[in-house]
């Protein structure tokens, strides 16, 4: 064997195909047969993606999703752009912000779920109390727009820090000179935001985008331990929907939404990657 | 027209506060000019305040105390872009969401100027730096020494320039386009008659590249003049030593009746020089450039004995370091000779080469 570096390779192979492969040739399986927990399979064959193009509940769950993934992205990459500009740039005021940043980010999913459903509970939660004062009849177990905007205010209190702090990241790391060369060319502070800073942060932002992507379209939690993925189906985000089909014991249909799900974040992930690691880089050679 | 830079009269003349947190000053007492349309250097080691002193002159620092002054005028509390002057840094800066073309143009969009002036004037400045090939190439694409011209372009392209400052702006670049950039960066300002500023801290690029050196040590400037007066008349020994390759020989010595003694040799001394080295108590430092130092290889009266160590061929001379007792010089000879470490050797040091310092000062000439 000429090329020995596979044979190193071939325990994490074993561990990736066993962990990941496996369960999901797994799961492609199921999703061409009519399986139900304790009955015979049955083989159909694409029926269950048909099925699945032609159900309206998945047409409001992904149209939802989407909704959601890029209201995620609209508002928090400015937001923490805008934070990590705010932010002292050198001395205790640092670390202060750090730690006050980071901590939102060390709350396991589901406990920011609960935290937020103690904020929201009719009586009790601070949420409908200071509503009131406004005029304002909150109600998260019975409006329908209520619900998904409390996940959606949830999500930016949750994940914006981790833009703010990978813009962060990002900004310390440009020299001086930068900005020095822009105020020798009389740039004005909007400018050297737009033409040093900012192409300057273009890989950060990148895997910041791309993040908050994948992770917000695949959100789980919040939604279920917040409104259960109600009222209605006003909070069934996708993930929901796939964990419902599970539920009801359709496992060869819950198979195809997973696919279908799968798919959609690869294939949307790549596009976003495409177009993000272009921006800025050959403009000029049109 | 002419106009100067003058920089404060105090002690303690710059302070930035991040850096120096004790009483100390990156930049003490100076007093310095800079006349218009002229090629200067400024050349000092690592550390010993030359950029602080480029950003004071461009405005990016403000000084503790003193002033610059730009044709008599105070300009100290102006910003870098009313102060008119470009900077070109260490390592290349540009704006590289932009092409060649647009970088250029960016100054003269941030002044306001119609479209049609601005492309006129962008044009005349990619060809006198010789981009026209690359006018709209990304920046991603270019090499760091294309990327450099960008950025001297960026500060040639105001009309009004008043002074271009470069900070060791050849430090990236590969040797051989190093030589080409420097070639051009002194027929533009040949040609363009403009006031240059070059920071290095390699005495080779600031001889070739102006016409007037002033070196920096310790945030004090320790002798200005052309490169022929640095290199004959070091005003001390610090100059003495860093200019030239190698630096000069410096050697303690002490006056005993008609000979200077050097602690392992001695050799008789002229009449002037034992005037001068009497006048200052009859110790100094004796200074002397290795190409200076004669070297015979048989013996000869009054020549003392040296023992060859080492020899590094330099290709056009040979370097020879020789030893007497504890004290070692260097001695630079013709490539041609033939040396053989090891062997003795005599030398002496010619009367009218031999430099004298006391307490790093120069006390003749």
Redesign the interface.
């Known amino acids: 064997m000429k090329n020995k570096a596979w044979l190193f390779l071939i325990p994490t192979l074993v561990l990736v195909a066993i962990n990941a492969f496996i369960p999901m040739m797994t799961v492609v399986n199921y999703s061409f047969f009519n399986l139900y927990s304790g009955s015979t399979p049955e083989f159909v064959g694409l029926q269950n993606y048909y099925d699945l193009f032609r159900d309206p509940f998945f047409h409001s769950a992904l149209w939802r999703q989407l909704v959601f993934s890029i209201a995620v992205l609209v508002v928090q990459i400015p937001l923490g752009i805008a934070i990590a500009a705010c932010m002292p740039k050198k001395g205790i005021g640092v670390t202060i912000s750090l730690v006050l940043l980071g901590f939102p980010l060390l709350i396991p999913h589901n406990v920011v779920g609960i935290i937020w459903r103690l904020f929201t509970q009719d009586n009790i939660g601070i949420v409908p109390t200071v509503l009131a004062w406004f005029g304002y009849t909150y109600n998260v177990a019975m409006s329908p727009v209520d619900a998904p905007l409390t996940i959606f205010v949830c999500d930016v209190w949750h994940w914006t820090p981790l833009i703010a702090l990978l813009s962060f990241a990002g900004m310390q790391a440009i020299p001086d000179a930068f900005y020095q060369a822009a105020k020798i060319d009389g740039a004005s502070t909007w400018k050297t935001f737009r033409y040093v800073t900012l192409p300057k942060m273009r890989n950060v932002l990148t895997i910041g985008i791309l993040l908050r992507f994948m992770d917000s379209f695949k959100i789980y939690d919040e939604p279920m331990t917040i409104t259960g993925g109600g009222p209605g189906s006003s909070t069934t985000f996708l993930n929901i929907f796939v964990a419902r089909k599970a539920e009801s014991y359709d496992l060869g249909y819950a198979g195809a939404v997973s696919i279908v799900y799968l798919l959609i974040v690869m294939v949307v992930s790549y596009l976003f990657f495409q177009v993000l690691s272009r921006v800025g880089k050959g403009g000029a050679d049109k | 027209m002419w106009h100067s830079y003058e920089a404060g009269k105090k002690k303690g003349w710059f302070k930035p506060k991040?850096e120096c947190p004790d009483d100390s000053y990156c930049v003490t007492d100076l007093n310095i000019k800079w006349e218009n349309g002229s090629a200067n250097a400024l050349l000092g080691p690592s550390g010993c305040g030359k950029t602080t002193l480029l950003?004071v002159i461009?405005g990016?620092l403000k000084p503790t105390r003193g002033k610059v002054l730009f044709d008599g005028k105070d300009v100290t509390a102006l910003?870098?872009?009313e102060r008119h002057?470009?900077?070109v840094?260490?390592?290349p800066?540009t704006?590289?969401?932009?092409?060649v073309f647009?970088n250029l143009s960016?100054?003269l969009k941030?002044?306001g100027w119609a479209a049609a002036k601005i492309d006129a004037r962008v044009k005349e400045i990619i060809a006198l730096l010789d981009m026209g090939e690359i006018a709209?190439?990304?920046m991603?694409k270019l090499t760091p020494a294309d990327k450099q011209k960008v950025?001297l372009g960026?500060?040639l392209v105001r009309p009004n320039t008043a002074a271009v400052l470069l900070d060791e702006p050849l430090t990236v670049i590969d040797p051989k386009q190093q030589w080409d950039l420097r070639r051009r960066l002194r027929q533009v300002q040949r040609q363009l008659k403009l006031t240059m500023i070059y920071v290095t801290h390699d005495q080779h690029e600031a001889l070739t590249f102006a016409d007037n050196i002033t070196v920096m040590s310790l945030g004090q400037i320790s002798q200005t003049g052309t490169p022929e007066e640095l290199h004959s008349n070091p005003a001390n020994p610090f100059i003495g030593f860093f200019i030239g390759s190698p630096g000069m020989n410096l050697l303690d010595c002490a006056l005993r009746g008609d000979e200077l003694d050097f602690g392992g040799f001695t050799i008789p001394a002229a009449q002037n020089i034992k005037v001068k080295v009497a006048g200052c108590g009859g110790s100094c430092k004796l200074g002397i450039r290795p190409e200076s130092v004669e070297v015979a290889f048989t013996p000869k009266k009054d020549w003392p004995e040296f023992t060859l160590l080492t020899v590094e061929n330099m290709g056009a001379y040979k370097v020879l370091t020789l030893e007497s007792g504890s004290r070692r010089i260097k001695s630079r000879i013709p490539e041609n000779a033939a040396v053989t470490e090891g062997a003795k050797l005599w030398v002496r040091f010619p009367e009218e080469q031999v430099k004298i310092f006391k307490d790093d000062v120069r006390i003749d000439g």
């Open positions: 991040e950003n461009s990016l910003s870098p872009e002057i470009a900077q840094f260490q390592f800066v704006y590289e969401s932009m092409d647009q960016f100054p941030n002044d709209h190439r990304s991603a950025s960026r500060g």
